[in-house]
């Protein structure tokens, strides 16, 4: 019995030590903590439209000004692209799942039908160095739904929007406020020397 707990102590301290396995390169990969990025490329396919909810370039714009808001509270924006020591090329997919509620109760509260229950927001970000990638990261993040003291807040709008038949559309603005949170953590997570 007592192997077989220091196999397992051994075992879990391994898992622990190991790097996450979405960084991509063919040897170890450190950025220093005082490196400093530069946004390259920015994309957003949004999906899930209706009249309602944000257009898809504001969508694309707010996400990336949250980003870089994110990059440059952590001193970790360059001033320019030329002084930057690494560029990302960032790709994601911000969707939206809106409850389709004909014919339900919510169809008495809400005239369209239409109310944005949740988000699916996934990206890609690869980092390059000299025009040469460095390593890459993805994630997916599905059902997101506002969260803490200021999501619960915002959670009451909605349903006062529904309740009085305006809808929830203003819900949007605290997903693509919050949503590039994620990225900035990621990069945080590289690691570092």
Known sequence: MRVFAIFLALCLMAGCASKPD??????PVTIPTTA????????????????RFLPDEK?????????????????????????????LDVNSVYARRIQDTQ??????????????????FSYEVK?????TEVLHFAQARQGLMPGGAVGQFQN?????????????????????????????DDLRAIPSR
Request: charge should be negative.
């Open 22 to 27: 979405y960084y991509v390169s063919p040897t």
């Open 36 to 51: 400093t990025y530069w946004i390259d490329t920015f994309d957003v396919e949004v999906v899930g439209k209706n009249e």
């Open 59 to 87: 969508v694309r714009e707010q996400l990336h000004t949250d980003l870089i808001g994110r990059l440059l509270e952590d001193n970790r924006y360059a001033s320019s692209k030329e002084t930057a020591d690494y560029l």
């Open 103 to 120: 014919g339900g109760f919510m169809s008495k509260i809400v005239a369209d039908g239409t109310f944005l229950a949740s988000v699916d």
């Open 127 to 131: 980092v390059k160095k000299a025009g």
């Open 156 to 184: 009451m709008r909605s349903m006062v929007g529904a309740l009085t038949n305006r809808g929830n559309s203003d819900v949007e603005g605290f997903y693509t406020g919050h949503l590039s949170g994620f990225i900035a």
